[in-house]
């Protein structure tokens, strides 16, 4: 059975206590548990749609992460299917919903505090207008962490308002309708709440405003009590004006003996609003771009990255001929790759990325490269890879080839920077003659520095020569696969002979150690006590093959569960990697702790484990061990209390508890710590041709003084930024960097913007990954609207089981009115057929023709910037009249009327 372990590592905070992600539930129901709810509902719906509409079984086993990616990825997913992908999308979601009230803690519209109606819906129309552009675009990170933000202020206004206490079960659908204003708000001077003396009353809401249905929320001041008169608290510790009359609260954050049907209507309400914004949005995105957006998508991805100068003709034919194989031999299997990244870079010029679904298209573009120019020179090499770690999805294996060292290796912190925000890994196939290049000076750059790069993402670096690259590509094929995991990566510079022990469990297949350096002889020993040494090609433990300085031994495929050690000898820097497929993998996020209203933590989930630590992977090995605690639904969090001096990575150990086989994992990116923190926060999108500027705070706990702040970023937009804060020690500093999209920007195009604030002494530095979306304003809040004309249902039988031979017809006129035109129509349900006139015409006409047999239809009409209109109609004979020849019933399916610009 597939089985994926989680893990938040809690090492990153430099003091305080954990607490819950609160709002909504101390109990069970949390921002995470209905995000996460209506989440793998949604998911499950569409994928049920989408096996119905390529005609297989969509049967999955539960309701777990791991069942669903399975069954949702149907025929293809024939083995076991790792859900990592879509578990680390669910992870994203989460923590950028978390985070929300750590970056935003005072901000009332981002909560529905304060009666900020308008400034809350504006957000979450902002967010749904910048998700749906940035699907378009295929920016799917973007998409998800917008997503996290958008769903805690939507699921917050339950809690927050008196929405549930006026006695609404259902939603208010009008927070997600920008077209639709919101109404009946109780103004500045309405008194809304009687005064509470315990703080915690059952019912505070004053009567007059629960007789004329008045929404109001309640008033959070963090530094302050004020408050209008008569208004209503959130109540709560954090909450000062919770202590000024009328006192008390009405936040139904958590449960407690005077608010539990508050809290349980607000928790449903919440994760049926939630539910609402997804369909929303699955609906202008199409089934197939929502479910790759929540991770649902074969996990091996190709991502090559090559260097076009002259010299590297045959290194681009190898690179083609491993993309074909690698398409050709994976095609319709659970390893065929789900998406083909391609970045070519020369000297000056680098890109532009290249991505796509379609394998014929990746062979015509990897076929369209040649080798020419730059000649004898370093090049582009990082401005290339760094294209790569922008677009590629996070967790991406990236194979870079190139013959020369880089010209731009001043982008190295921010490649670094980049490798662990995306925890993708970067394998170097290096063809240069070794020493081709002295150093010029001590920026210059040499393959030693592909070399750390490698082991900071936790890839290899292979130095061979042209005529042996194509022996050294299996490597590729080995990694091209899902479920690829890391059971022991050790680097060790200089080098010295040493034995390494591991241990292999069953779940483990294709079991591959590679050794990379110069020098190195082994010798391998398996759990009886049988060894095979380096020179013997093909031994009792398995087959062993060197190209350069990369060795290559695939274990045999019999029993080699147990403890296993490898003794390496050499005295030159060599790397020691043993991986395999499994299905028993880890995710992680390193988290922070943080305080106010509603303190954060992250979410682990996963079964008990016995061992969980941080490790040096460049010797000596310092091990720090975690404490572990459950927190319910499985899920661990883990606190370490002494952190390695230097790169660490996590390892972890366990049984698993169905086969009792003990197991060892370890991460792949390499992590430090730091005395400095830099940190920014996304709040909106950014228009083109306008200046964004973004706020953000530097602290260090190292010595004050003067530090310097970098930012790049991948798409070359305009900055403007201080480039030295004087700091104090414990301090935080607020400084602003402007950045500018040029007018021409696509909407929904995201850039990836990287800060480093680096100590005058070069010792501490950190850094921030962001990721801004650049959207075109919307104005177009108008859905299409879709008006059924004529049903000729005469043909059909009264009995439904006679339905067979027999058709029948729909047909509807479909406009955009005023707004920018409709993109797109699609049967959501239905097993019809469906025609439609030009969709440039002001007025569309769709017929839809289907069997008696069946008896719904549902239309979906996309315009240009998502906005979704929808028909729905039934022949079933419940449903209204019996299926008698309607001649223009004018049914209108979705009727807007009233509007109001955008608060
Ligand atoms: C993995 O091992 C299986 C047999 O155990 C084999 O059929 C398959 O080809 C191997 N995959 C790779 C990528 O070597
Ligand atoms: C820095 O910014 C935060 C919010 O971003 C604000 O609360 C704080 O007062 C600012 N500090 C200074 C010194 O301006
Ligand atoms: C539907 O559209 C057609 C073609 O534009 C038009 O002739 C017809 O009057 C429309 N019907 C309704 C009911 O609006
Ligand atoms: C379209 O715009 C015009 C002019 O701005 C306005 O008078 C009309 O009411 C709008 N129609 C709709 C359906 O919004
Ligand atoms: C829809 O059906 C009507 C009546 O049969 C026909 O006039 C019209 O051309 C059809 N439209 C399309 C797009 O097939
Ligand atoms: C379409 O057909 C499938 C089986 O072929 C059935 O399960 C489904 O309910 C049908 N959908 C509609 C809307 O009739």
Redesign the pocket.
């Known amino acids: 059975m597939a089985s994926l372990l989680g893990i938040a590592l809690l090492t990153l905070a430099l003091s305080g206590p954990t607490s819950a992600f609160v709002p909504i539930g101390g109990g069970a129901s949390t921002h995470t548990s209905i995000t996460g709810t209506a989440l793998l509902q949604k998911v499950k719906e569409t994928c049920q749609a989408v096996a ?1 509409a390529g005609g297989y079984e969509f049967n999955p086993t539960g309701l777990s992460a791991e069942e669903l990616a399975q069954a949702c990825l149907g025929p293809t997913a024939t083995g076991e299917v790792s859900a990592a992908k879509f578990v680390s999308a669910l992870q994203e979601i989460y923590i950028q919903n978390g985070l929300v009230d750590r970056d935003f803690v005072n901000s009332a519209p981002h909560h529905f505090n304060s009666e900020a109606f308008l400034e809350g819906r504006g957000l979450i129309t902002e967010g749904v207008g910048t998700i749906k552009a940035n699907i378009r675009k295929k920016n799917f990170q973007a998409a998800r962490e917008t997503l996290g933000r958008v769903l805690h202020t939507l699921q917050d206004f339950y809690s927050h308002s008196n929405w549930v206490d006026l006695g609404f079960t259902g939603t208010y659908i009008n927070l997600i309708q920008p077209s639709l204003p919101l109404q009946n708000l109780a103004d500045i001077y309405t008194a809304t709440c009687s005064d509470c003396a315990s703080g915690t009353c059952s019912s505070s809401i004053l009567p007059n405003i629960l007789k004329e249905k008045k929404l109001t929320s309640g008033y959070m001041g963090i530094f302050s009590n004020a408050k209008p008169k008569g208004k209503c608290s959130h109540g709560g510790a954090s909450d000062l004006t919770g202590t000024a009359a009328p006192r008390g609260g009405i936040s139904k954050d958590e449960r407690r003996p005077d608010n539990v049907a508050l809290h349980t209507a607000a928790v449903k309400a919440a994760t049926e609003a939630s539910l609402e914004l997804l369909e929303d949005i699955r609906s202008a995105a199409g089934d197939k771009d929502f479910l790759r957006m929540m991770g649902i998508a074969r996990s091996s991805v190709v991502c090559f990255v090559i260097d076009t100068t002259g010299s590297m003709s045959d290194d681009i034919e190898e690179a083609r001929s491993i993309v074909y194989e690698i398409i050709d031999s994976k095609k319709g299997t659970q390893d065929e790759p789900s998406e083909y990244i391609l970045v070519p870079f020369n000297d000056p010029e680098f890109g532009p990325i290249i991505k796509t679904t379609n394998p014929d298209e990746m062979k015509t573009e990897i076929s369209k490269l040649k080798a020419n120019g730059g000649g004898d020179t370093p090049e582009m090499c990082l401005s290339g890879l760094q294209l790569a770690l922008t677009g590629a999805p996070t967790s991406s294996s990236i194979y870079v080839f190139t013959d020369a060292t880089a010209k731009d290796i001043a982008l190295k912190d921010t490649i670094i920077a980049l490798i662990r925000s995306t925890r993708s890994k970067v394998s170097f196939l290096m063809t240069g003659p070794l020493s081709r290049r002295r150093r010029r000076s001590l920026r210059a750059a040499s393959f030693d520095d592909y070399k750390e790069l490698a082991l900071a993402s936790g890839g290899q670096a292979i130095h061979v020569s042209k005529a042996q690259l194509p022996q050294a590509t299996d490597i590729i094929l080995d990694t091209s696969t899902s479920a690829l995991v890391t059971v022991l990566h050790r680097a060790r510079n200089p080098g010295k002979q040493e034995i390494f022990p591991f241990m292999l469990d069953e779940s483990l297949k294709n079991i591959t150690i590679y050794i990379t350096g110069t020098g190195v002889t082994f010798t391998l020993t398996n759990p009886a006590g049988v060894s095979q040494n380096h020179n013997e090609a093909s031994g009792k433990l398995g087959s062993i093959k060197s190209v350069g300085n990369l060795w290559r031994i695939r274990l045999n495929a019999d029993k080699q569960t147990g403890n296993w050690q490898i003794n390496i000898n050499s005295n030159q820097p060599y790397t020691l990697k043993v991986t395999g497929q499994s299905m028993i993998t880890f995710i992680y996020d390193f988290v922070e702790s943080f305080e106010g209203p509603h303190p954060g933590y992250a979410v682990l989930r996963g079964r008990p484990l016995e061992d969980i630590g941080l490790v040096t992977v460049s010797g000596p090995e310092t091990v720090s061990k975690g404490k572990t605690s459950d927190m319910g639904n499985g899920d661990i969090l883990v606190t370490v209390d002494a952190i390695p001096e230097g790169e660490f990575v996590i390892i972890l150990k366990g049984t698993d508890k169905l086969s009792q086989s003990e197991f060892q994992r370890q991460s792949t990116t390499q992590m430090s710590i730091s005395k400095v923190s830099i940190q920014a926060a996304v709040d909106s999108s950014m228009e083109p041709g306008k200046a964004f500027e973004l706020s953000f705070t530097v602290m260090t706990q190292g010595p004050s003084g003067q530090y310097f702040i970098s930012a790049r970023n991948d798409r070359g937009y305009l900055m403007s930024f201080s480039q030295s804060l004087t700091l104090t020690t414990g301090e935080y500093t607020n400084s602003t960097l402007t950045i500018t999209p040029p007018t021409n920007t696509a909407s929904g195009t995201d850039v990836t913007l990287t800060m480093e604030a680096k100590s005058s002494s070069g010792v501490d530095s950190n850094f921030v990954v962001l990721r801004l979306s650049v959207v075109t304003k919307i104005t177009d809040f108008y859905q299409p609207l879709c008006e059924v004309v004529s049903v000729l249902a005469g043909d059909c039988p009264k009995d439904v089981s006679q339905c067979g031979p027999f058709q029948w017809e729909l047909m509807a006129n479909l406009t955009d009115g005023n707004g920018t035109g409709i993109e797109s129509i699609s049967l959501r ?3 019809g057929t469906l025609l439609t006139t030009d969709l440039t015409a002001a007025i569309i006409q769709a017929n839809y023709t289907a069997s008696c047999c ?3 239809v549902e239309l979906i009409a996309v315009d240009k910037v998502g906005n979704v209109g929808k028909c729905f109609y039934s022949i079933a004979p419940s449903a209204g009249p019996p299926a008698v020849t309607l001649s223009l019933p004018l049914w209108l399916c979705l009727l807007v009327s009233a509007f109001v610009t955008k608060p």
Request: charged content about 0%; glycine content about 14%.
């Open positions: 119905a349900q239905g097993n069946s008896q719904i």
